[in-house]
């Protein structure tokens, strides 16, 4: 490294905290974020990368010549983006290959390596074709389950008009729970109305099947995996907020069955 390493294993470790953030909050495992910023900092020339995660924060440390930065960054949860993920291992492992295949001062690889970040492919698909689609897969379910074409046509409205209601919630940074309450009434409320007006030949399904958005797969799994691969702690913060999603669901049910005096769904 120049005369100037300290300002240098700045930049590193910035760096090296940006890939570990962005991993976090897009729905990475709490071991390909170790890893892969374990990876970006020793392929920029640092002697060690330590990081430490935590629910809603990752703490990360860089030691280059037997000196150490140390840095703490608090995460956002954002919605899961995997076309991200696999952008940001690109990097990394385009990073690597320059160090293997090239010679390239460390400066001019930490400038490239930022210029990729920088250019990130964060785009997602428009609100309302991703709610067509979440509607038609809750459609799907209701129809597979043995429902009528009614009551699948009554199922893809109350998905897609539930999913929209998430999407416009979450876009405004409303508390997570708050958001699966008000997403799980709104399907439930208009599944429902398959009981009121007798539509279709089981409303129960038309009601189970609106709420099937709101399954936290994604999450669940991820805290199954941290805690079996060592992240316990993390492991466990997320099983806790995929169940308080799940309970959250549960609210917003009972309360749209309690609104309408449905008393016998289900049985």
Same mark, same amino acid.
């Given at each position: 490294?120049?005369?100037?390493?300290?300002?240098?294993?700045?930049?590193?470790?910035?760096?090296?905290?940006r890939?570990?953030?962005?991993?976090?909050q897009?729905g990475a495992?709490?071991?390909?974020?170790?890893?892969?910023?374990?990876?970006?900092?020793l392929?920029?020339?640092?002697?060690s990368?330590?990081c430490s995660?935590?629910f809603?924060?990752i703490?990360?440390?860089?030691?280059c010549?037997?000196?150490?930065i140390?840095?703490?960054?608090?995460t956002?949860?954002?919605?899961?983006?995997?076309?991200?993920?696999?952008q940001?291992?690109?990097?990394?492992?385009k990073?690597?290959d320059?160090?293997?295949?090239?010679?390239i001062?460390?400066e001019?690889?930490?400038?490239?390596t930022?210029?990729a970040?920088d250019?990130l492919d964060?785009?997602?698909?428009?609100?309302?074709?991703?709610?067509?689609?979440?509607?038609? +897969?809750c459609?799907? @379910?209701a129809?597979?389950?043995?429902?009528?074409w +009614?009551?699948?046509?009554?199922t893809?409205?109350?998905g897609l008009?539930?999913?929209?209601t998430?999407?416009?919630?979450?876009?405004?940074?409303f508390?997570?729970?708050?958001?699966?309450?008000?997403?799980a009434?709104?399907a439930?409320?208009?599944?429902?109305t398959?009981?009121? @007006?007798?539509i279709?030949?089981?409303?129960?399904?038309?009601v189970?099947s609106?709420?099937?958005?709101?399954?936290? +797969?994604?999450?669940?799994?991820?805290?199954l995996?941290?805690?079996?691969?060592g992240y316990v702690?993390?492991?466990?913060?997320?099983a806790?907020?995929?169940?308080?999603l799940?309970f +959250?669901?549960?609210?917003?049910?009972?309360?749209?069955l309690v609104?309408?005096?449905?008393?016998?769904?289900?049985?």
């Open positions: 490294m120049t005369s100037n390493s300290y300002v240098q294993q700045q930049r590193i470790t910035r760096l090296c905290v890939c570990g953030l962005l991993l976090m897009y495992e709490s071991a390909v974020v170790v890893d892969l910023t374990k990876r970006l900092g392929a920029l020339g640092m002697n990368v330590e995660l935590n809603n924060a703490t990360l440390t860089t030691i010549d037997e000196r150490c140390t840095t703490t960054r608090d956002i949860n954002q919605s899961i983006n995997v076309n991200l993920l696999v940001i291992q690109q990097i990394v492992n990073t690597e320059t160090v293997d295949e090239s010679p001062s460390r001019k690889l930490t400038d490239f930022t210029s970040f250019e964060k785009t997602v698909y428009p609100p309302l074709l991703v709610a067509v689609f979440v509607g038609t +897969s459609a799907a @379910f129809h597979l389950n043995g429902g009528s +009614s009551i699948t046509a009554v893809f409205i109350a008009v539930a999913m929209l998430r999407i416009y919630l979450s876009k405004h940074h508390n997570p729970f708050i958001t699966a309450i008000v997403t009434f709104i439930s409320l208009i599944g429902a398959t009981y009121y @007006f007798d279709g030949n089981n409303a129960d399904i038309a189970a609106s709420v099937l958005l709101l399954i936290p +797969s994604f999450p669940l799994i991820n805290s995996s941290d805690i079996l691969k702690n993390i492991g466990v913060g997320r806790v907020f995929t169940y308080m799940t +959250s669901a549960c609210v917003g049910i009972v309360m749209a609104l309408l005096r449905i008393q016998h769904w289900g049985f």
